[in-house]
């Protein structure tokens, strides 16, 4: 063991003894069978201010925020007064981090070196919401007030059009953030908020607020539809046509390029509104005729490649096209309004921005693939469509856009088939990790162990495959209290990690392990989860804590992103769970961590669940019943 090790080791059995000594002098006579516990109420709350003292030094305004509110809401019931203070102290800051910095965020980098599209791009939690959601547990009207106030700065800011060169640099993004993180604590200030992004260019997260609100409250939702469309029905057209998804039904919205169409996924059993397909196909056609009108006689559009933005020509041509598929057999009297400007924008488009225009508007893919259709013919159409396009980046793009909803209901032969076509190496090996996903993944959720573990092992990317482990261990402990073929898939992911390089991939896979075994093989928890504490120090500014995963197929010019939840990849959850079996270890595994904020955050979420077990009753055994009276008579 290295020498700062074995420090740190004799510091926290210094500690440990400190905290427990009036406890255990306390407790000399109690019975030898009853050791007092790793972790009290006294213990926890001296770990909440070590690290609260710790926080106000961060540099990091949001950063501080975070933890002071953490630990405002852990020291609540035992010191309400002192609680209060910290809330508002860490609001101060927060609103403070947010005038200067804005909405931040997080790129996540192309895996390939020539690629010409940005990268994912994560927004970072807004720090005045982090400390509101805190003071909601405690105190609602107060965080009523504060969120009033959040929302005003908020709008304020967009009004100045300060720059820092983040998403909320945009007005309507800035205030959608907002009011996407009130949502879930405040749906009637978010709508308010986002009803004030209406006044500027739409924002790309317009149809993902849209279809967030209906998934509680259609008629709310369907109402500031209504709104938006009056908003943008004499905007520019990129603005309208972030509301051409949500009639529908749709994933994407229509005519814009892919990378800038998506429009988050509808709730389940999600109806389509003819009525609203009708307004928006009017108010579309009509800001299409002016802007068409606006544009005779003017220089053809210049922009020609991907890295331009879309003439107003591009975007309705590709939209009509795809209001053919979508809207017109519902309406005899679209083809004739469509005809002339479809004609128009065509006659100014050069050949190359034609053929994107054509691309694009191929019928838009819903969130799931239409039941009543079979998986393997909808699986070959896209195939047959894709080989029809020219330009190799184009041609591999339909394939995995056109394709990602079928790829766990089609033949094993069905997908190498595909990826075979594909002419870029790097997004064929991303699609078959992505095919290979899909269908370990359905295997598991349909009961059907051996077939998901086969899969899962033709998975090459660390974090998936650890991901998959977790889901055939559900499947097999329903089925028989066991998880061999899970535990041999992680074991194969484990080997891997060894032998891998440094980066972000390897620390969360080592992370899903941790929580695996946790379940499966609980002595191998300390000695995994050292590990994943070293590889997060070994590679700074990386997220441990996120509770998904992420799996992209980076081509050249395009790239495509999905998300999965899986809760075991978040950091704070393995600590918590380890931490009720040995919290000392636990808590050796977050003193490790070398970044500040992360190892702060790692205290407080064991010092919580200490919290929460010691609040608990203690189980006391039920008194015995008398015995009856003799003669069978009611005592």
Known sequence: MPASRRTLTAVLIVLSLAAHLPAARAQQNAPAERPAPACDTERALQLVRE???????????????????????????????????????AFEVASSHYREHGQETLVRKSSRADATMPGLTYMLPDPRVVVIRAVARRDPAWAQKLSVRAAEETRQRAATGKK?????????????????????????????????????????????????????????ADAFYADAL???????????LQLSAYPFGLAQNLGLRPGYNSA?????????????????????LQLAAQRLEAAAGQPPPSADSYQQPPSDAELIYGTLVSLEYLYGPADKSFAALAAPLKQTAGAMLSGNGLRRAEEGARPAP????????????????VLANAERIKDPEAHDRAIVMGGFGLLGRV???????????????????????????????????????????????????????????????????????????????????????????????KVRALVRLAHLYLQLDPPRVTQVLSEAVAAINRVPDIDPMRPFITRAI????????????????????????????????????????????????????????????????EKRPKPKRPAPARGGQKQ
């Open 366 to 381: 819903r969130a799931e693939p239409t039941p009543a259709l079979d998986p393997s013919t909808a699986f070959d159409s």
């Open 51 to 89: 690290q609260l003292a710790e926080a106000k030094a961060f540099a990091s305004g949001a950063k501080r925020a975070d933890v002071m509110a953490r630990a405002a809401d852990l020291l609540w019931p035992s010191d309400e007064a002192q609680a209060r203070a910290l809330f508002a102290e």
């Open 411 to 505: 033949s094993p032969e069905q997908l190498e088939t595909a990826a075979d076509k594909l002419k870029d190496e790097g997004a064929r090996r991303q699609f078959l990790d992505t095919a290979y996903f899909e269908k370990s993944l359905g295997a598991s959720k349909e009961g059907r162990p051996e077939e998901a573990a086969r899969f899962a092992e033709k998975v090459g990317s660390l974090e998936q495959r650890a991901g998959l482990a977790g889901e055939l261990a559900a499947a097999e402990l329903k089925q028989s209290g066991a998880a061999p073929l899970a535990l041999a898939v992680a074991e194969s992911v484990y080997k891997s990690a060894q032998g891998a390089p440094e980066s972000e991939e």
């Open 164 to 220: 820092s060169g983040n998403w909320g640099d945009n007005p309507a993004e800035g205030l959608l953030a907002m009011a996407r993180s009130l949502e879930a604590d405040d749906p009637g200030l978010a709508l308010t908020v986002a009803r004030e992004s209406l006044r500027h260019p739409s924002s790309r997260f317009l149809s993902g607020f849209i279809y967030g609100v209906a998934r509680t409250d259609r008629a709310a």
């Open 554 to 617: 980076d081509g050249r010019r395009f790239n495509f992103f999905n998300a999965y939840t899986s809760p075991g990849f978040n950091l704070e959850t393995v600590l918590r769970e380890f931490g009720g079996r040995d919290f000392e270890a636990a808590l050796l595994a977050a003193l490790g961590l070398e970044d500040k904020h992360l190892r702060a955050l790692a205290i407080l979420s064991l010092a919580a669940k200490c919290l929460e077990d010691a609040a608990k009753p």
């Open 264 to 284: 988050g996924g509808p709730p389940q059993d999600f109806a389509p509104r003819p009525d609203l397909q009708r307004s928006f196909v009017s108010a579309f």
């Open 230 to 240: 009056r908003a943008y029905s004499t905007a520019d057209l990129a603005s309208l």
